[in-house]
């Protein structure tokens, strides 16, 4: 008991950092180590009472989750930590033209490599291309990634853009202008090169035998990776419709962060990635079913599959069906897998998932005599 006395007695001295502290663990001057907890600090300017009295998107402290204080600095929003480093780094790098657009170049890269590395190591026998350059008679782009196994084919556009501050506080014209900028830009160039494959075909506009076999597959999938977390739209893509981010007469992209990516294809491999990703274009062109996380769908279909039919049958049908949170069994499946959890978690034996082939398992549950998604 005394101990705990103690503990709330003396919370601000044993919660404070200071630059001494932190030069003393990292061996850095402490010069360096003051303009870093200086650069990571929320000043009280940044708050603003209409936008940050209640919880919600871009308050101050998960952009500069540092508060200086008389004696040292505080930490409030730790899990902030890690996730402000690539906001604060990008604004510093913004001031210096050259250096800046090099970064974003490489930024760009980076997340096409990673996102086509990712999907081609979660297909057995994968093959994928980045940054194909196609020239039709009318119009020319480019596709970021394509990536192909047996009769599927997920072609790829990727934003390494920026949410800003007014759309994650929910603010309209600051969504409108994210969500073009992001989404209605990548699916525009889906778009595009839909019409001229359909038009002219792949290899008139440039596309390899290789690349125009995959674009000429059974089962076409349009992904939209983005760098940036896009849970707020990403799991309700269909809605974007109403904002005319999206037309109308064409399926939903899946879309998704980087990071959503890595999880989905840490936990589904193979055959069962081909299938969930039938089954989540469904459930978009269905538009009665929500999630709050990419996740929480990845959770359903591992524990009860995405059926959802039953729902909305019978005398009093539903008329919309929203997920309750799947993704508590996958922190504890990463926990299992670290080593910092001593009892198995569900799925613990999910280390990959079997080589199934994505045609035989296409055929039978799904049927090739279905449309392309």
Same mark, same amino acid.
């Given at each position: 008991m005394s101990s705990t006395v103690w503990l709330f007695a003396e919370s601000r001295s044993l919660a404070l950092v200071t630059p001494e502290e932190l030069s003393s663990h990292c061996s850095l001057d402490i010069a360096v180590c003051r303009a870093f907890l200086d650069a990571f600090s929320c000043s009280s300017e940044l708050f603003r009472s209409e936008h940050h009295s209640f919880p919600c998107g871009a308050h101050p402290l998960t952009v500069q989750p540092v508060l200086r204080v008389a004696d040292g600095y505080l930490l409030p929003v730790v899990s902030s930590m890690f996730d402000a480093i690539r906001p604060l780094m990008e604004d510093l790098l913004r001031s210096r033209?050259?250096?800046?657009?090099?970064?974003?170049?490489?930024?760009?890269?980076?997340?096409?490599?990673?996102?086509?590395?990712?999907?081609?190591?979660?297909?057995?026998?994968?093959?994928s291309w980045n940054g194909i350059k196609w020239e039709s008679t009318s119009d020319s782009s480019d596709l970021d990634g394509l990536v192909t196994a047996d009769d599927l084919t997920i072609r790829l556009q990727c934003k390494a853009g920026r949410l800003t501050a007014p759309a994650r506080r929910g603010a309209v014209e600051g969504m409108k202008g994210d969500v073009q900028k992001l989404i209605e830009a990548a699916a525009e160039q889906h778009?595009?090169?839909?019409?001229?494959?359909?038009?002219?075909?792949?290899k008139q506009i440039g596309f390899s035998d290789d690349q125009t076999e995959a674009l000429e597959s059974p089962l076409q999938i349009e992904a939209i990776v983005c760098l940036d977390d896009v849970t707020v739209w990403a799991t309700e893509?269909?809605?974007?419709?109403?904002?005319?981010?999206? *037309?109308? /007469?064409?399926?939903?992209?899946?879309?998704?962060?980087?990071?959503?990516?890595?999880?989905?294809?840490?936990?589904?491999? @193979?055959?069962?990635?081909?299938?969930?990703?039938?089954?989540?274009?469904?459930?978009?062109? /269905? @538009?009665?079913?929500?999630?709050?996380?990419?996740?929480?769908?990845?959770?359903?279909?591992?524990?009860?599959?995405?059926?959802?039919?039953?729902?909305?049958?019978?005398?009093?049908?539903?008329?919309?069906?929203?997920?309750?949170?799947?993704?508590? *069994?996958? /922190? /504890?499946?990463?926990?299992?897998?670290?080593?910092?959890?001593?009892?198995?978690?569900?799925?613990?034996?999910?280390?990959?998932?079997?080589p199934a082939s994505t045609r035989n398992l296409l055929r039978t549950s799904v049927g090739l005599s279905q449309p392309s998604v």
């Open positions: 033209s050259k250096l800046w657009e090099r970064y974003t170049y490489a930024r760009g890269r980076y997340l096409e490599q990673e996102t086509t590395a990712l999907l081609t190591a979660a297909f057995p026998g994968g093959k778009r595009a090169l839909a019409l001229v494959l359909r038009s002219e075909g792949a893509t269909h809605k974007l419709r109403t904002l005319g981010a999206l *037309p109308e /007469d064409r399926h939903v992209p899946w879309v998704l962060s980087l990071t959503d990516l890595m999880a989905v294809v840490d936990l589904l491999q @193979g055959a069962e990635l081909a299938h969930y990703l039938l089954r989540r274009q469904r459930i978009e062109r /269905d @538009g009665r079913i929500e999630a709050h996380d990419e996740l929480d769908w990845v959770g359903h279909y591992i524990t009860e599959g995405l059926f959802f039919d039953r729902f909305f049958e019978g005398e009093e049908p539903s008329h919309i069906f929203r997920l309750l949170s799947y993704t508590e *069994p996958i /922190d /504890d499946w990463y926990f299992t897998k670290a080593g910092l959890r001593t009892v198995k978690a569900p799925w613990c034996h999910r280390v990959s998932a079997p």
